[in-house]
């Protein structure tokens, strides 16, 4: 059976496939009855993607309080950040009477962990996974039988090796344009500070920013790179202990995040004798939380609001759907300059 599309929907009502489009997002221009009728005959045709409002709308209310979700998190590096996405998923979730429940696993794998049992309780519909990014973890998390949404994951774990949906917060093309940038201000040394096995996010970033240098034909020094493993309590130790042992400086440095943006130059500002000239730093997801570089550099803004309602809606998707392909999704940021 061919897949159902939005204009298949409205070849059978014969309306116009912007005017489906409208009632799908809930914009205006559609008249409540008309939008019913849509989303019933969506129903009909046997539509994979009906929006969540309708699909909700079609449940007994008994079938919509007996709804829970998981939430598996692990430290929040950055509290502000991850409690932003968190709320908002929470709240997008209960629109649709579905409770979230918080279930916390450590930031690190020790021999005596076992996962929490409500995951492998009955009551569960799905499960939404951020910030976790321990291998032995983030793996036993991936062999739950239930639906999956991740938000980000680990260079090893793969979305071809995920059970589940993945979303990934765009890095690759967002860092090379946010290096280019100081290449064009006239910098032509500049180094990369960020441990890329940590997460797959760093790695497209760091990737972006070797993207961007070799098109322009700059050297990449590895003695300007500080891409290694770092401890997860441990990243300003690492950090003053990199920068102490430079002998000679680039002009600038790509910063993976703002959190690890903000150890740098609380350490320039430390050492400011010591530095030969000045470094400019960039950093990535707009926290604001960094005073001592929040509005100072070049960020890319992630909006934790609407990353939190895209995985609720993912995560709706996903419980309803089941047996539908996994899905890898690209949520594109803006750079602020």
């Not at 009551?123 to 639906?147: C, F, K, Q, R, T």
Request: net charge negative; proline share 5%.
């Amino acid at each position: 059976m061919e897949k159902i599309t939005m204009k298949d929907i409205a070849d059978a009502l014969n309306i116009s496939r912007v005017t489906v489009s409208k009632a799908f997002n809930n914009q205006s221009g559609v008249s409540d009855s008309l939008r019913e009728t849509i989303f019933n005959k969506a129903r009909e045709l046997g539509y994979t993607k009906l929006p969540y409002q309708a699909q909700a709308a079609s449940q007994t209310p008994a079938a919509q309080e007996a709804r829970t979700v998981a939430l598996v998190v692990s430290r929040p590096e950055s509290s502000f950040f991850w409690t932003g996405i968190i709320h908002r998923m929470a709240q997008e979730l209960s629109e649709y009477s579905i409770n979230l429940l918080y279930v916390y696993v450590p930031s690190t794998f020790t021999k005596d962990f076992a996962l929490p049992s409500v995951l492998f309780g009955a009551a569960l519909s799905g499960i939404a996974v951020m910030n976790v990014y321990d291998p032995v973890i983030l793996g036993m998390v991936n062999e739950l039988p239930l639906p999956k949404v991740f938000l980000d994951t680990i260079p090893t774990l793969t979305d071809r090796k995920l059970n589940g949906d993945l979303l990934l917060i765009e890095g690759y093309r967002t860092e090379a344009e946010i290096t280019e940038s100081v290449i064009l201000d006239g910098h032509k040394e500049i180094g990369f500070i960020g441990d890329i096995s940590y997460a797959q996010t760093n790695k497209e970033r760091y990737l972006g920013y070797r993207e961007s240098m070799d098109r322009y034909k700059l050297p990449i020094r590895p003695e300007y790179c500080c891409i290694d493993s770092m401890g997860v309590f441990s990243y300003e130790k690492e950090i003053y202990a990199y920068l102490d042992g430079l002998t000679d400086w680039p002009t600038a440095f790509i910063c993976v995040s703002d959190y690890v943006a903000h150890f740098a130059q609380q350490y320039l500002d430390e050492n400011a004798q010591k530095l030969p000239h000045p470094v400019v730093l960039t950093g990535f997801d707009n926290t604001n939380e960094y005073t001592n570089v929040s509005g100072r550099i070049t960020t890319a803004n992630v909006p934790t609001g609407l990353l939190g309602k895209r995985m609720a809606v993912q995560l709706l998707f996903r419980t309803n759907h089941p047996e539908a392909p996994d899905e890898l999704t690209f949520i594109k940021p803006s750079i602020l300059k």
